[in-house]
């Protein structure tokens, strides 16, 4: 069954430190998201990438970056964490107007 | 700011009652919409999508759109307590291969039985 596998589930990091987030799709998509959801937010866009090596900035980009290394696999770094990068974050893969298939999720404290 | 509108922010129904939920896009490139469903603790679900003009109907839920005013609202008709969650609606401007989905901040429907 096609599906967006997130990893870790849970993650504690200390301020100042890297983290990476991990995605990993066999829809076989060409389009992979990052969001992250916040509440009294909604789910807001961090990265996208059209395809392996491209990356595009979404509407919160800053703070983060991102990696298509492959059609399957999609991070998202957090080079320096921050307390106020505590949150809920998604992956998700699409294409055109089809539905678009999201991750388990991923719970990030930052302390 | 924030692009896809959703109103209102909270809404309680009885249990066989009617949901109505709206979407409203201020980006006049939006082509298409999409409705998910997001229980607590769970990572959203597509429900349903429309980029015609006019009445979608899938069992209980139905959709309108007016491409005109880049209106959505999406209604629950025999409301059940499992409706219960955050309904999020999100629109893209860009056709084709390129998407790009922006969300609004949800509308937060509880079911009392």
């Known amino acids: 069954e096609a599906a967006v596998t997130q990893s870790p589930r849970n993650k504690v990091a200390v301020t100042g430190g890297k983290v990476t987030l991990s995605c990993n799709q066999t829809?076989?998509?060409?389009?992979m998201y990052w969001y992250r959801q916040d509440t009294g937010h909604g789910l807001r866009l961090i990265h996208y990438?059209?395809?392996?090596?491209?990356?595009e900035k979404g509407d919160i980009p800053d703070g983060y970056k991102a990696s298509r290394p492959s059609q399957e696999n999609f991070s998202l770094i957090l080079e320096l964490a921050t307390p106020s990068q505590t949150s809920v974050y998604f992956c998700?893969?699409?294409?055109?107007?089809?539905?678009?298939?999201f991750g388990s999720g991923t719970r990030l404290l930052v302390i | 700011q924030q692009k896809v509108q959703q109103s209102p922010e909270s809404l309680i129904v009885p249990e066989g009652g009617m949901a109505s939920l709206n979407c409203t896009s201020s980006?006049?490139?939006?082509?298409y919409f999409w409705w998910y469903r997001q229980h607590s603790g769970k990572s959203p679900k597509m429900l349903m999508?429309?980029?015609?003009?006019g009445e979608k109907e899938e069992g209980r839920f139905t959709v309108h759109l007016n491409k005109a005013s880049l209106h959505t609202s999406l209604h629950i008709r025999d409301s059940q307590p499992s409706d219960s969650a955050l309904y999020l609606c999100?629109?893209?401007?860009?056709?084709?291969?390129?998407?790009?989905?922006?969300f609004g901040k949800g509308t937060k429907l509880s079911v009392k039985s």
């Open positions: 829809n076989n998509h060409n389009n």
């Open positions: 999100a629109a893209s401007s860009q056709g084709g291969s390129n998407a790009k989905l922006t």
């Open positions: 980006d006049r490139n939006v082509d």
């Open positions: 999508s429309i980029f015609s003009n």
């Open positions: 998700a893969s699409g294409e055109g107007y089809s539905d678009y298939t």
């Open positions: 990438s059209y395809g392996a090596g491209s990356t």
